[in-house]
């Protein structure tokens, strides 16, 4: 069964970091695009960073400069390193191939105290 675990994320303060991790099962991520995803209370999800099976990587403008994706081959998994958090980046945080989705997982909440 094809499957994404996150884990990670947290409570922090305003400036402060944390790192998200996915973990895939039954899908080898080097061999397609993964994404990690947001969605804030009331909003839509949205695609903050994404990387291809190239090692492409890609940002909104709203994380650029203070997130970065990488991918571990060995470990089949694809991080997320968030410095610099702010307050509006208070989401539940998820990760996901792209364009073809697998099922989602139950994400992770990333909490910024201002």
């Known amino acids: 069964q094809v499957q994404v675990v996150e884990s990670g994320g947290g409570l922090v303060q305003a400036g402060g970091s944390l790192r998200l991790s996915c973990a895939a099962s039954g899908v080898l991520l080097r061999f397609t695009n993964t994404g990690w995803y947001r969605q804030a209370p009331g909003k839509q999800r949205e695609l903050v960073a994404g990387i291809t099976r190239g090692g492409t990587t890609t940002y909104a403008d709203s994380v650029k400069g203070r997130f970065t994706i990488s991918r571990d081959n060995a470990k089949n998994t694809v991080s997320l390193q968030m410095n610099n958090l702010k307050a509006e980046d208070t989401a539940v945080y998820y990760c996901?191939?792209?364009?073809?989705?697998?099922?989602w997982g139950q994400g992770k909440q990333v909490t910024v105290s201002s």
């Open positions: 996901n191939t792209y364009p073809t989705s697998v099922n």
